[in-house]
């Protein structure tokens, strides 16, 4: 066999080889797709909650679309804050405030609900944001959270309301329904379109502790604080007074002390704002 005969056999078998190749090629992408087509997906892709269902502390019942949105609207959720719900069924607080920019951890109970809640956030396209745990909602960290978006009932919150009254002041807590006993909403709102039922949103602003005495310039304040609502006495040369009008929201503070209000801001043992009404400039207080 001379050169290019040898030549001419070794692209034809190339020739066949590269042919054969290509037909195994699309045997196998042929295969393959008709055994995706026959192969049901997991049952877990199928999951389809059901409300009413049980859960652990309180059964699935999702919150209304549109009250998911306002509830964030209300609590005023930006791409700053860290959103977290106890009890996050299927996900859908998570995943709006994800949607809205902001980092969102939802915390529920029924694994089920937890790979369904990573499904819809990977099809929203906001994984890198919301994410979900498998864990009881009483164990949870709520301590970094700046808002917390819940629908549960008033039991649940009230076993939660030790830990909401140490997060940080200012943080947010926007519920569905059913209130924290105790403790006035600083905001109500009841949505009479796009929603039925469980459509009244309710928000807390966790107040600064401030019970206890301080002392002022001229004289010595001792609060009384039941949430944002205050009480006390104001004492000076003697003489004591009640305090009139005196309220938190978050780390502001407000009161009355005869015919004069005081507003200001509370850091740790310090407080520090302005007067108005029968005195006006700058005060000062320490623990
Ligand atoms: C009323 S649904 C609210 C779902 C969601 N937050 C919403 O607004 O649509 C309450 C959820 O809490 C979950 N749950 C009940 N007890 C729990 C517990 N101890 N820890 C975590 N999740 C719990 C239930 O499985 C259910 O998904």
Not at 208 to 232: N, P, Y
Not at 269 to 286: L, N, V
């Amino acid at each position: 066999m001379d050169s290019s005969s040898r030549f001419t056999d070794r692209r034809s078998v190339d020739a066949r080889a590269a042919r054969a190749a290509r037909w195994m090629l699309a045997l196998g992408v042929t295969l393959l797709s008709s055994a995706c087509a026959q192969v049901p997906p997991a049952a877990e892709e199928t999951y389809k909650p059901t409300p009413g269902q049980v859960g652990k502390d309180v059964v699935w019942v999702p919150s209304p679309p549109a009250v998911v949105e306002r509830m964030l609207d209300i609590a005023k959720v930006t791409r700053d804050d860290f959103v977290m719900d106890l009890g996050s069924g299927d996900g859908r607080n998570i995943i709006a405030a994800g949607r809205r920019g902001a980092r969102a951890v939802g915390v529920e109970f029924n694994p089920d609900l937890v790979g369904l809640s990573n499904r819809n956030a990977a099809r929203q396209g906001v994984a890198d944001r919301a994410s979900f745990v498998q864990g009881d909602m009483f164990a949870a960290d709520i301590s970094q959270a700046s808002v917390l978006a819940l629908f549960l009932l008033t039991d649940n919150l009230r076993r939660l309301t030790p830990k909401f009254i140490d997060m940080k002041p200012g943080s947010r807590i926007v519920v569905n329904y059913f209130g924290i006993d105790g403790w006035q909403p600083d905001y109500e709102e009841e949505m009479k379109s796009d929603c039925e039922p469980w459509c009244v949103i309710k928000l807390y602003i966790v107040p600064a502790r401030v019970a206890g005495k301080w002392r002022l310039a001229e004289g010595e304040l001792e609060l009384e604080q039941r949430f944002q609502v205050l009480f006390g006495t104001y004492t000076a040369n003697g003489k004591k007074a009640d305090i009139t009008n005196a309220r938190m929201e978050g780390d502001r503070i407000r009161f009355g002390i005869g015919g004069v209000q005081y507003t200001g801001r509370v850091q740790g043992s310090r407080m520090e704002g302005e007067r108005s009404g029968g005195a006006t400039g700058a005060w000062t207080a320490q623990r």
